[in-house]
């Protein structure tokens, strides 16, 4: 009788972990479709793209976690169908709807409105801005306005496609005439020993093709290029890249100086009229300065452009020391400017005094101009406390949306220094070439497309005259 009983017991119970398991396993193939998908289609090889996917992707903790979140979501379906199949064979269907709509979509409607009026009650706003459309360029040809004043107009540009004469039109309508081309290279965590993507020597990638046509097309219309390839970490920040000897910090140097050559041969093979050496490598700056300048002399064997570097505006670009051996001083330049929530004008310019003063005191030691190679507010209330800080995907949930915030941090710093003759002019971040008019309203993130500060940044990167 027991054994009767407990092979009953046992047999649903083996069936619910097979379930369990097959269940996890279909999450595992869905993410691993979805991120092919994502990098076939911005130009990674099928097989290059498994490669990225178990050698770079899969070790990732934030990957693991957000593929068993997609576990559990799954899992809650699954018993969810399960429970309302069983209501329905054993109470029939009318009972079942029943229960359908009191215990899922009741909740579901309930929450649904819960989300909606608090992003409508987040994202409300009055704001007291007139868009002035005769300050976009409505020509439909690059205003040249470079070749008079040396300003870069700038505009670090994401979300290319294999046709960019759209996304490229609504950059000239917005008067930019330099865009920052960002090629992305991996690294597993701020330990590891090597650029984990690697790349044979001289021999462009499809990615890589990518890249190249985006700036063949860019020249085409007029538009100058700059180069800034960044390390972008599944863990941790490049900023804080951690090796404990001088021979570990020269293994990655070695590997981090291939790819920089290789992207210095497509500057060089596509003209492009500036090229970033490195993005916020502050501990690799503090350790290795003269590795620094030996990469310097290699690019320049390579590629014959102007050069800059791309210094965090805190802790870093003071301690550089191959700041002679460049052409601008680049500056990642997110600058704290207040201490309050929706500041007026004023406060964002008075907190830009002190930072001023030591840029041009460092424009003067040096005997360089300095370029802004980033600088972004996002559309948020608090957007000049700590500018650095990424947005939030749920953030729309609990923070203040304030697209006026957002136009006048950039209207104070085109006022603070347009105009001063050690500046050598700004890339905005980010423009994403996603954006849709539609979302504008409920988007609290760095893209100034179709918010007022399009149109601030269009009015200062255009004639002189229309300000």
């Known amino acids: ?88 064979q054993k109470r029939g269907r009318h009972i079942m709807l029943k229960r359908l709509g009191l215990y899922l979509l009741l909740p579901s409607t309930l929450l649904i409105i819960g989300f909606k009026t608090l992003i409508h009650l987040n994202t409300s706003e009055v704001i007291h801005f007139t868009w002035d459309q005769q300050m ?139 090229f970033c050496i490195g993005t916020e490598l502050r501990t690799s700056i503090k350790a290795q300065p003269e590795a620094w300048k030996q990469l310097i002399n290699d690019i320049r064997e390579v590629y014959d452009g102007p050069l800059t570097y791309a210094a965090n505006w805190h802790d870093e670009y003071e301690h550089i020391t191959f700041w002679d051996e460049l052409d601008y001083i680049g500056i990642q330049a997110y600058f704290p400017l207040t201490k309050i929530k929706n500041p007026d004008i004023e406060h964002i310019k008075t907190g830009w005094q002190p930072h001023l003063k030591n840029l041009a005191s460092l424009s003067k030691k040096e005997g360089k101009p300095i370029l802004f190679t980033e600088v972004g507010y996002k559309s948020e209330a608090s957007a000049t406390i700590k500018p650095w800080e990424w947005e939030d995907t749920f953030g729309v949930l609990y923070k203040k949306k304030s697209d006026q915030t957002q136009q006048l941090a950039f209207e104070a710093l085109f006022q603070e220094l347009w105009d001063k003759d050690w500046f050598a002019g700004v890339y905005v971040w980010r423009w994403n070439t996603q954006s849709r008019e539609s979302n504008a309203s409920t988007n609290l993130d760095f893209s100034p497309r179709f918010k007022p500060a399009e149109n601030v940044i269009a009015k200062w990167f255009g004639p002189t005259k229309a300000r």
């Not at 979805?34 to 290059?48: I, P, R, S, T, V």
């Not at 540009?157 to 008067?175: C, H, P, Q, R, T």
Request: proline share 2%; no cysteine.
């Open 136 to 274: 976009m360029n409505l020509s439909g040809e690059v205003g040249n306005f470079f070749e008079r004043d040396g300003l870069h107009r700038g505009m670090s540009v994401f979300g290319w496609k294999e046709n960019n004469s759209k996304e490229i039109e609504a950059l000239v309508k917005a008067n930019v005439e330099w865009v920052a081309v960002v090629p992305f290279i991996w690294q597993e965590n701020e330990k590891s020993h090597e650029i984990a993507s690697k790349r044979e020597d001289g021999v462009f990638t499809k990615r890589d093709s990518l890249f190249i046509k985006v700036i063949h097309e860019l020249h085409a219309k007029g538009i100058h290029v700059h180069l800034k390839p960044h390390i972008w970490l599944g863990e941790g920040w490049r900023s804080n890249l951690k090796y404990p000897s001088k021979t570990k910090w020269d293994v990655w140097f070695n590997s981090y100086r291939s790819r920089m050559l290789h992207y210095a041969k497509m500057a060089h093979l596509t003209k492009v009229e500036l």
């Open 1 to 88: 009788m027991n054994q009767e009983f407990n092979g009953e017991a046992v047999e649903p119970m083996t069936k619910a972990i097979k379930e369990v398991l097959i269940l996890y396993l279909i999450s595992w193939l869905v993410g691993l479709g979805l991120l092919l998908w994502q990098l076939m289609a911005h130009g990674q090889k099928f097989f290059e793209s498994v490669s990225v996917f178990f050698f770079q992707i899969l070790p990732n903790t934030s990957y693991l976690i957000l593929q068993h979140l997609l576990f559990v979501v799954l899992l809650v379906l699954f018993f969810l169908f399960r429970y309302f199949k069983t209501v329905y």
